[in-house]
């Protein structure tokens, strides 16, 4: 079948008739006016011979006259790749000849730079991609454009939006031209603009036009059961034409209905843990109730919510509450930072969020609960800051307890019985005396800045916060540094050899001893994304850690070893916090002796921050062993088609398949489809409201820079050097003097540290694990820079000022 009419496509037919040609098709089944048109199949382009004759026929029944010719690809218009632009359409194609040679370069467009490099970002078999090609009659429009039946600014469901220009709507695709932009709020336009200018009239549409606009957008939303993108075209007779309805793209996942009438908002929590990739559904069912049962320990309640597998807060009724919301902005400073305090000031002022009689009073059992929280925290703090060495000792003895504890018993064999292990594990009495020592150095290092303003400023408290002891993250990150250090004979081994080759020989055993299966016991239960049961522990896959030693060898100054750049750090913070103290004393003595105290107490526990998440990865890597094993299992018993398929159910799921019999195999493929998607999702929402917006996106727009970005200066110092954009820290390739831009960073990302010169990340705050570990190195880092990822490019020579906040592109 090499040519059909657009009247039969469907979307059964997608590898047939490509995505486009199959909305085309079901528009018209729909009852929806589309132009008359015929669709050149995939498999005339599988044979690489234009079907001549009955292109000519099918072109003859359409008259002959001007036609559009449009790529219709196997891999466009689909949920989460729109290729919109990417692929050749030529307008006003009239004869046989032009039409010939119009089908030819949609076939060609099909390999072109942008659409290939289109399908590898989204990691798209272009083996594996066809091209059909849709012909359809000629609309000549007085006015033409875009309707997207959510806003794709801020994310809003129930807002419409709609670009539109005279003429045809390419000049409105393509950006060539001014164009009326409207947003549609029910029948209501709540904003109409030309190039950034507000306008009164209703521009080059009627109100008649845009509310029959609006009315086909709701039909084909309903239909498609997505936010819709539809090009259309407005004849000479005032006639409707459709030209196209793919899903949009762009949208961030909606927050899963309540049923409750007033709004929600929702706070992004997994960049507190430097993770902004989707957790699989295995991690998401396990930390889920570990957050929320650590927040009740603290007497917070919050609901933790899976939008696009990432972990969100509802803070609505925190937000309503009359006592809670006065202090909710000052809470979210220390993990939170700047962004996430801007958005929930911006929610705050929103009258949809004012008190309520009904909020989140504490009461009978909760506000018990909640004193005694209280008390607990009061004394565990006071003893921490009495007597920070003795809270240490306490700290790392009930660390090596948890760490004794979570190995699993040796007589657990079969899948019930793993499973009956997994569903067991809690928290145990250890938690108080890892906790509130972490607390006591948080505070003691956040309080200062508020006493001594005036006095110091925030860079000046950085660096007294640098070469910071007792960080089980920068002990481990100078462990692989000195391992490194000792590979002698085998370094252009560790250099040449693409560090995935190099994990492999490890763990078949055939790569020298260079040392890292002693690392690896000690930190092997480490990884990127570590706190996501699913993700594999660098025990597993020591990729990574091979990319970072590879890293490590390049650094041919001494000076510049990591080593030395701690204790230069650790130096200054000294000679730093001596000066201060003198200032602050002579200056105001009381608060200067409270924040003389205070930073002290900081030096002694404020590196205990990371000792808290890496005694939790003990329990969760035996949990995920013990998982696995089960998968393994299943596998046997024909449930499962590998192992680590389980990461892709919950525990209830895996319950069923473990007792019940019951088959997860149909789940299993579309959450891992999902899964992928996500991950290749670079921009995450810190807030969103229950109607999808992006509360970010609403926010008054920063002033624009000239080529200066502005963010959170949080470890002092001023650096220039080439940018290096890295999404992915298994692969990553630092040169010494790099600066580092990540969206965010974790534990498993600060080996990139020791190699780095400076870092930006887009999100953070200044108690975050990214920051706290660039202090210990002494170096410059801005947090909370806005689509530095996106804005910078890897090679870019750009200046980090870690005092003033700012980066400078040059």
């Known amino acids: 079948m090499h040519v059909i009419a657009l009247s039969e496509a469907t979307t059964q037919m997608l590898d047939l008739v490509g ?21 050149v199949t995939t498999e005339a382009h599988r044979l690489g011979v234009i079907p001549t004759a009955e292109v000519v026929a099918a072109y003859e029944r359409l008259g002959a006259g001007p036609v559009a010719v449009r790529s219709s690809a196997t891999a466009e218009d689909l949920p989460d790749a729109s290729f919109a632009g990417q692929q050749d359409t030529v307008l006003n194609v009239t004869g046989t000849a032009e039409l010939i040679a119009a089908i030819e370069t949609c076939w060609d467009s099909l390999h072109s730079d942008r659409a290939t490099a289109y ?15 849709v012909v359809q009659r000629m609309i000549t429009p007085t006015v033409a454009g875009v309707l997207f039946t959510a806003n794709p600014l801020t994310g809003r469901r129930d807002e419409m939006a709609v670009d539109a220009s005279a003429g045809l709507g390419t000049t409105v695709v393509d950006g060539a031209a001014s164009v009326d932009h409207y947003v549609l709020d029910g029948a209501a336009i709540v904003d109409h603009h030309v190039d950034g200018v507000p306008r009164d009239d209703t521009g080059c549409l009627t109100s008649a036009h845009l509310a029959e606009l609006r009315a086909t957008g709701e039909r084909l939303q309903a239909h498609f059961g997505s936010p819709q993108d539809v090009e259309w075209a407005i004849d000479a007779d005032d006639v409707l034409w459709l030209l196209q309805s793919r899903p949009i793209t762009s949208l961030f996942p909606l927050p899963p209905r309540t049923g409750k009438p007033l709004p929600r908002v929702y706070l992004e929590f997994g960049h507190v843990q430097g993770m902004l990739q989707p957790v699989t559904p295995m991690g998401m069912s396990t930390l889920r109730t570990q957050i929320a049962a650590m927040l009740a320990a603290l007497g917070v309640r919050v609901d933790i919510v899976d939008i696009g597998g990432r972990l969100y807060g509802d803070l609505s009724d925190l937000a309503r509450d009359t006592s809670s919301r006065k202090r909710l902005v000052k809470l979210l400073a220390v993990d939170f930072g700047p962004r996430a305090q801007a958005v929930m000031q911006h929610v705050l002022a929103d009258p949809r969020f004012a008190p309520t009689s009904g909020g989140a009073r504490r009461g009978g059992a909760q506000g018990a609960a909640s004193l005694r929280t209280a008390g607990r925290a009061v004394v565990g703090i006071l003893r921490a800051l009495a007597r920070p060495e003795a809270a240490r000792i306490r700290m790392f003895e009930a660390i090596e307890q948890m760490r ?3 190995a699993a018993p040796v007589d657990l064999r079969t899948a019930a019985d793993r499973l009956r292990f997994v569903q067991a594990q809690d928290s145990d009495d250890s938690a108080d005396a890892i906790m509130w020592p972490i607390v006591a150095g948080m505070l003691a290092a956040a309080l200062p800045t508020a006493l001594l303003k005036g006095v110091a400023g925030p860079d000046e408290i950085h660096t007294v916060l640098g070469g910071m002891p007792h960080n089980v993250t920068i002990e481990m990150d100078l462990a692989l540094w000195r391992l490194a250090q000792g590979a002698g004979d085998h370094r252009q081994l560790l250099l040449d050899t693409p560090p995935a080759e190099l994990a492999a020989r490890h763990l078949r055993g055939t790569l020298p001893d260079i040392g890292m299966s002693t690392f690896l016991d000690v930190y092997g239960h480490r990884g990127v994304a570590e706190v996501d049961l699913g993700v594999p522990r660098w025990a597993e896959d020591p990729t990574p850690v091979f990319a970072a030693v590879a890293n490590y060898l390049r650094v041919t100054d001494p000076r510049q070893g990591p080593d030395q750049r701690f204790q230069r750090a650790a130096a200054a913070a000294e000679a730093s916090l ?14 200067g002796r409270i924040a003389g105290f205070l930073l002290r107490r900081a030096r002694s526990l404020a590196g205990l921050r990371e000792a808290g998440k890496f005694a939790g990865l003990y329990p969760l ?13 299943l596998q046997g018993s024909g449930l499962l088609d590998q192992p680590d398929d389980i990461m892709f159910l919950t525990l209830d799921e895996v319950h069923a398949a473990v007792h019940q019999g019951v088959d997860p195999r149909g789940t299993v493929p579309a959450r891992r489809a999902v899964h992928r998607r996500e991950l290749r999702r670079r ?17 008054p727009a920063r002033p624009a820079g000239d080529g200066t970005l502005a963010g959170v200066g949080a470890s002092a110092g001023r650096v220039t050097g080439p940018a290096r954009v890295v999404h992915d820290p298994g692969t990553a390739h630092i040169e010494p003097g790099d600066v580092l831009v990540a969206a965010t960073t974790d534990p498993g990302w600060t080996p990139l540290f020791l190699t780095a010169a400076a870092l930006v990340t887009e999100t953070g705050a200044i108690m975050a694990h990214g920051p706290t570990v660039a202090r210990e190195y002494g170096i410059p880092a801005v947090i909370c820079v806005p689509d530095a990822t996106r804005t910078i490019s890897t090679g870019q020579l750009v200046t980090v000022d870690g005092g003033a906040g700012t980066i400078t592109v040059h």
Not at 19 to 39: D, Q
């Open 621 to 633: 890597r035996e949990t995920r062993r013990q998982l696995l094993l089960i998968g393994a299992d």
């Open 19 to 39: 995505g486009k040609a199959a909305g085309l098709g079901e528009l018209i089944r729909r009852g929806e006016r589309v132009p008359e048109g015929f669709c």
């Open 119 to 133: 399908r590898h970002a989204r990691q798209i078999d272009h083996q594996a991609v066809r091209m059909a090609v």
């Open 404 to 406: 004794v504890r979570s």
């Open 578 to 591: 001596a000066e201060l103290v003198t200032r602050a004393r002579r200056r105001r003595p009381v608060r």
């Open 683 to 699: 921009t995450v929402p810190v807030a969103l409201l229950s109607d999808g917006t992006d509360v970010e996106t609403v926010l």
